[in-house]
């Protein structure tokens, strides 16, 4: 029941394989859901439990460590062979005196890994600073490397059935952007708003089903608009005030992500010039997006359009985006920024997302795309980019 057959899992761990040979790395541990799912098709709402994926380089398949109730789980949803299937025992989970880590270590030392490289995401949400310490305790003989980034680095190219998810993604999200900008209104709580956004999001479309987005819905109005990443609450929208929505859509883990400004009443004309400056600046910053170019380079087309009208943006302009779980679905490896000199390769996903906070409203405008093997970007999200007016 995997999302995809196992000669796509296969060439994914080659990459990663090629990724530790190079750093020195004989063992890779990954504990990010993400790196987890990537791997081995994993899928399931047990992260809040200590689990492991671990790579060796002499191993064709890698193991799946676990809770021994979600062992059913990872035999459901990825291509493992159950030898290749690890459950630890229930008084591992949330006890004082067992950690999984300890496990993980007795497991590997079983199976001849204990004086190997091991490498390790230090830097995941999911792996813990006592995971960490209870790993090192219990493989003294091993040496640790700073891993965290090497299966995120893999997994941003994608592959051609990646790219059928990350269309499909984009599809929910497109419809769910409409959802969303036909329930807001002056009067209509955020919340409300929300729960129309969120059902054309799980409902999907007719032919891409949709999984829970990574990040939750941003619907700001008014002063709210100022301060990016706030979730909802019960107020509700006033008129002549600004607002915006950024959403994702997830299909199969894959994400898309899309956010669009609204005005409540008679825009001023201020505002309809400097969204005027924000869509050129994303029209131009897009057309940039070739394959050979680095991402400094691409956000630098940008800047020079919204310097001319005086404006400026101290944050990044957009990041790669793909498979992911709660708190992110970008890959936390190449940014839209200065300094990043990352070239861009086809079949990268990003989403370029101008964001434009202010003392007291914000703006924002995105789009989702693909790096095409020559000329401009695909473009897979689908909805107009002017300001929408709702009087």
Request: aromatic share 10%; proline share 6%; charged share 25%.
């Amino acid at each position: 029941m995997s999302a995809f057959p196992r000669g796509e899992y296969m060439g994914r761990l080659a990459r990663v394989k090629r990724a530790m040979a190079e750093a020195g790395i004989e063992t890779l541990v990954v504990a990010d859901p993400a790196s987890m799912n990537y791997l081995t098709g994993y899928d399931g709402w047990s992260f809040y439990v200590h689990q492991f994926v671990v790579v060796t380089d002499d191993r064709e398949e890698p193991l799946w460590v676990g809770r021994a109730m979600d062992a059913p789980g990872a035999a459901l949803t990825t291509f493992l062979n159950d030898e290749s299937i690890v459950p630890y025992p229930e008084t591992y989970v949330d006890s004082p005196e067992r950690h999984p880590a300890s496990f993980l270590a007795e497991e590997l030392i079983r199976r001849g890994r204990g004086r190997k490289p091991v490498g390790v995401e230090l830097d995941s949400w999911y792996y813990t600073a006592k995971t960490h310490a209870e790993l090192v305790r219990g493989l003294p003989d091993a040496c640790f490397a700073d891993a965290t980034r090497l299966v995120a680095w893999a997994r941003i190219v994608k592959s051609p059935a990646e790219i059928a998810m990350m269309r499909g993604a984009a599809a929910i999200v497109s419809r769910a952007m409409a959802a969303g900008m036909e329930a807001v209104a002056p009067g209509v709580r955020e919340n409300d708003a929300v729960a129309a956004i969120m059902a054309a999001q799980i409902g999907g479309t007719a032919d891409f089903w949709g999984d829970y987005p990574a990040a939750l819905p941003s619907v700001p109005t008014g002063a709210k608009s100022a301060a990016p990443h706030l979730t909802w609450s019960g107020d509700r929208y006033q008129a002549d005030t600004v607002g915006y929505l950024e959403l994702g859509g997830c299909h199969n883990r894959y994400h898309a992500a899309l956010a669009r400004t609204v005005y409540f009443g008679r825009p001023p004309e201020a505002l309809r010039r400097f969204s005027g400056v924000v869509e050129e600046g994303l029209d131009t910053a897009l057309g940039a997006a070739r394959a050979g170019v680095t991402c400094e380079e691409v956000e630098a087309a940008w800047r020079r359009v919204i310097a001319r009208a005086g404006y400026e943006k101290a944050s990044r302009i957009g990041y790669s985006i793909g498979l992911n779980y709660p708190p992110d679905w970008g890959e936390r490896t190449a940014s839209l920024r200065q300094g990043d000199r990352t070239v861009l390769r086809p079949d990268m996903c990003f989403h370029m997302i101008l964001g434009m906070w202010q003392d007291d409203w914000g703006f924002e405008l995105s789009e989702t795309f693909r790096v095409t093997e020559a000329g401009a970007p695909e473009i897979l999200t689908d909805f107009p980019r002017t300001l929408v007016v709702k009087d």
